[in-house]
């Protein structure tokens, strides 16, 4: 079974930057892979996703963050930066389903990211 591991969370400064990262093991890496996020109080929402031939953003992350993959390491990013009190939350990586836009594997346990002066 896959299981999701997330890292690369912490406390920084609003105009800051962090990279997250996201491996796992067993077969995941074909479809739509996804960042998300859960801000507290808040349910968990779609920050951005990539396939093979695209990228899409939720609009406030816009020009500020960038998720990649890397094939050879199994790996998915993302990237961000200008960082601002509203990006905090734990974030999360997943699989998604194409056409319901369901989450497809089980839940890793997040990573914190806290932007704070």
């Known amino acids: 079974q896959v299981q999701l591991v997330e890292s690369g969370g912490g406390l920084v400064q609003p105009g800051g930057s962090l990279r997250l990262t996201c491996t796992a093991s067993?077969?995941?890496?074909?479809?739509?892979l996804v960042w998300y996020r859960q801000a507290p109080g808040k349910q968990r929402e779609v920050v951005a996703t990539?396939?093979?031939?695209?990228?899409t953003y939720k609009d406030s992350v816009k020009g500020r963050f960038a998720i990649s993959r890397d094939y050879a390491k199994n790996t998915l990013y993302l990237q961000m930066n200008n960082l601002m009190p509203e990006d905090t939350g734990v974030y999360f990586c997943?699989?998604?389903?194409?056409?319901?836009?369901?989450?497809?594997?089980?839940w890793g346990q997040g990573t914190q990211v806290t932007v704070s002066s």
């Open positions: 997943n699989k998604q389903n194409p056409w319901s836009s369901a989450p497809l594997l089980p």
């Open positions: 067993g077969s995941w890496w074909t479809g739509v």
């Open positions: 990539i396939t093979s031939t695209s990228t």
